[in-house]
């Protein structure tokens, strides 16, 4: 399998805010759960953390927990919202529902980024979210040459980027604004202070 191409120049993204099923620690991926009240409130802080923020267009994935994300962000900053499946989160098959902390004790597993190497049959491929993830970044970038993209999506999905892209997993939390920053021939990933 030939390397991913990557993305032409650097992008903004932001993990959805909370949902239920996030605060009780279980695999989300596909399940359309909505916003609780403290992921509202997350939006509603990454919204004004970006206000100083020159965005041009945000990008966000169909699941209800992104697209209200982006929604009240866009409603702050009065920006032009797409969506785009290539940003959806990680199908986890029938890992969803369950436990992340009890499936890793399950299998054996100290750290989140091996959680890869458990993925189930009835789910998505890891190395399949890297090549939609960054091809639809690609296709956005590209397609809207002089914008600042923000892309809301989910941990999954930003994980599979920075891993392609640095070479390494992150400290992602919901609602705090990441840029995946092009240095040279490398990427960085830093918070947006």
């Given at each position: 399998m030939k390397p991913l191409a990557a993305p032409s120049r650097s992008f903004l993204c932001l993990?959805?805010?909370?949902?239920?099923?996030?605060?009780?620690?279980?695999?989300?991926?596909?399940?359309?759960?909505?916003?609780?009240?403290?992921?509202?409130?997350?939006?509603?802080?990454?919204?004004?953390?970006?206000?100083?923020?020159?965005?041009?267009?945000?990008?966000?994935?169909?699941?209800v927990r992104a697209a209200k994300t982006a929604e009240i962000i866009a409603a702050a900053c009065s920006k032009p919202v797409s969506t785009d499946d290539g940003i959806t989160e990680c199908d986890f098959g029938s890992l969803e529902g369950i436990s992340i902390r009890g499936a890793m004790a399950e299998h054996g597993i100290g750290a989140m980024e091996e959680l890869v190497s458990i993925l189930p049959p009835d789910g998505e491929a890891w190395s399949s979210v890297s090549t939609r993830a960054l091809y639809c970044v690609r296709k956005w970038l590209d397609h809207l040459p002089q914008a600042n993209i923000l892309f809301v999506c989910h941990d999954a999905v930003m994980q599979s980027l920075a891993s392609a892209l640095c070479g390494r997993w992150f400290d992602n939390r919901h609602g705090t604004p990441f840029r995946f920053a092009r240095t040279g021939d490398g990427w960085n990933v830093e918070e947006v202070a």
């Open positions: 993990r959805h805010g909370a949902t239920d099923w996030n605060r009780q620690g279980l695999f989300q991926g596909r399940t359309d759960n909505p916003l609780n009240d403290d992921g509202i409130a997350q939006a509603q802080a990454a919204a004004r953390r970006l206000q100083p923020v020159r965005l041009d267009h945000i990008v966000t994935s169909p699941l």
